[in-house]
């Protein structure tokens, strides 16, 4: 609807004017509902040109558009041009909508190919509540920018190779020497918790004491313990409806890195100093120059990214996005520096941040996870609240922003819990039609076709509002905002409800085209849930 109208004023104004150059038209929605649907300033973007005062072009503009179905009125105001759209287009599109032709995939992707990697958790650990953000965002993301066109892979990296996977491995050594009976001394740098226990055990079922017995058994209980841990995150995350395209390895990649230290060299990226092999990313930017070669000749974990990042590039996307810890921001200009000196432009890497969150119940801090150590499990909120319901609650709020809340609200049955508000509007629909003597045939073919009473002016704003959401999508993936989802989700829900309170509806004058409108709201409701990855509810 909105990109219909929208290339149909700027077909008017660039024919009607006889433009040398193509004029994009803004399209607004006005602050109040007396202004119409939509509102548009191009008569001043054009007075300067034509050398005509914006209300003159304004009224000469609306004299042209006042010819077109799509519009019932069309009124020039202090040179905005305010636009109501007729009862007939909204019909049509609501016909178009019930007959399985609006709320599908849509073609504003222009062959557009994006490699989207998220969570990408070390599988040192189950996944805690703040990889459950960027995991929520990312997946939301994918399924937006599929539905508008794109074609997007989502990635995750698995942080297989380095300090972090022998650490494992002598976590579980020492806890199964405890389960054995021996007295151990764990050093400083270990992993804790009764996972490692769990895995030990597991480790002890499957191989048998022996596996304890040496040092050199590490590298083994390593490989066996980032297996068991990469099945719990595929787990945790399946629990959210969250699935990858692709998995890869770091341990994997690491055979290219003779070849891929070459190209850094070859564009004169690469400095040795004290020993060590330095990235040259202050020539790019950066505070100062990143190691990626210790002085005992082992890459650090930034050669695991670099290779990484070379990887990706070759597979000649047209785009790429991480999604990043907040933590991670310090990483961003060494990451660009190197993609630079690989012979990439870094531009076409997006890196998004994920801010922390915060949870609470009853009011006081949620707690900790005894099988993790010291920090709130995923899959115990997801058993807590439900997926749907964290789901919706970590996409309130932009990504980039810290995120506060008590789960304890997600039980209340009334407005203040989001998620039971929208699923709410969209169960009553369905109660509608279920209770309405009418058949289905009946309200799809119903025409509305009205008058400006107060019930058709409501109704005409639900059904335009119901069919905004092409423009709430594109907006929300274009500008990375998924929080206009939710937003978007709430506002169609209170519309709904007030039209319910204030309107008779089943065995009305006007009941087959009130739940024909209402079909509509229900097939919007259904699709918005259903790309932020819950499934909307016709019962409650």
Known sequence: MYHHIKNLLEHCVNTHFLLHETIQVPLERPKQKDFGHFATPIAFILAKSLKKSPNAIAEDLCAVLRAYKEFAKVEPLNGYINLTLSYEFLDSLCDRALVGQYFIPQDFGNNTRILLEFVSANPTGPLHIGHARGAIYGDSLKR??????????SEYYI???????????????LSGKELLGEAVEYPQEYYKGAYITDIAKAALAHFGEEIFSSDSHIPTLSVFAKDLMLEEIRKNLKSLDIEFDHYVSEKELFGRWAQTLETLKAHNGVVENEGKLWLCSTQKGDQKDRVIVRENGEPTYLAGDIIYHQDKFMRNFTHYINIWGADHHGYIARVKAAIEFLGYDSTKLEILLSQMVALSKGGQNYKMSKRAGNFILLR?????????????????????????????????????????????????????????????????????????????????????????????????????????????????????????????????????????????????????????????????
């Open 144 to 153: 937006i920018g599929q539905f508008l066109g794109y074609e997007i892979v």
């Open 159 to 173: 942080n297989d190779a380095g300090n972090q996977i022998a650490t494992l491995g002598l976590s579980v050594l």
């Open 380 to 540: 115990d909120v997801v058993e807590d609240i439900g997926s749907d319901a964290l789901r919706f609650v970590f996409l309130t709020k932009r990504v980039d922003t810290h995120l506060e809340f008590d789960v304890d609200m997600l039980s209340h049955q009334d407005s203040s819990n989001p998620i039971f508000y929208i699923n709410y509007a969209n169960a009553r629909i369905h109660t509608l039609l279920e209770k309405s003597s009418l058949t289905r045939t009946q309200v799809v073919s119903a025409h509305l076709v009205g008058d400006e009473t107060p019930l058709w002016q409501d109704l005409r704003f639900l059904v335009f509002n119901a069919l905004s959401i092409h423009q709430v999508l594109h907006s929300s993936f274009c500008e990375r905002e998924i929080q206009k989802v939710c937003e978007y989700l709430k506002m169609l829900a209170s519309d709904f409800h007030s039209f319910y309170n204030a309107y008779k509806i089943l065995q009305s004058p006007h009941q087959a085209e009130i739940l024909k409108a209402l079909l509509v709201v229900s097939e919007s409701i259904t699709l918005g849930l259903r790309l932020i990855g819950i499934q909307a509810k016709t019962r409650m």
